[in-house]
């Protein structure tokens, strides 16, 4: 079962991220949420992205897992892959 680590804006973008690169749909897949993220200062300075771990089951995805390339055209924020 793959899990990724996958980061964005929001919690939303995320989670959305890392469904796309995994192939998977939000029903298929268990998500944690790691860190909700922050705006910063006037949202300009000292802001974090939103963080989650999303893992699925192999028999529900179609375990497309986006190459390093695939990732920064789609997202700023790349992945971390970990196989379990």
């Known amino acids: 079962m793959p ?5 964005g804006k929001t919690v939303t973008e995320a ?4 469904l796309y690169l995994l192939g998977c749909r939000k029903e298929d897949a268990e ?3 790691v860190s909700e993220g922050s ?3 006037f949202g300009l300075m000292g802001s974090k992205p939103a963080v ?3 893992s699925a089951d192999d028999s529900k995805c179609s ?5 390093e390339s695939d990732q ?3 997202t700023k924020n790349p992945v ?5």
């Open 52 to 54: 989650v771990l999303i």
């Open 15 to 18: 989670i959305d991220n890392g």
């Open 72 to 74: 920064k055209k789609f």
């Open 80 to 84: 971390q892959i970990n196989n379990i």
């Open 63 to 67: 375990n497309k897992v986006a190459t």
């Open 39 to 41: 705006t910063g200062l």
């Open 31 to 33: 998500i944690r949420i």
């Open 3 to 7: 899990e990724i680590e996958s980061k």
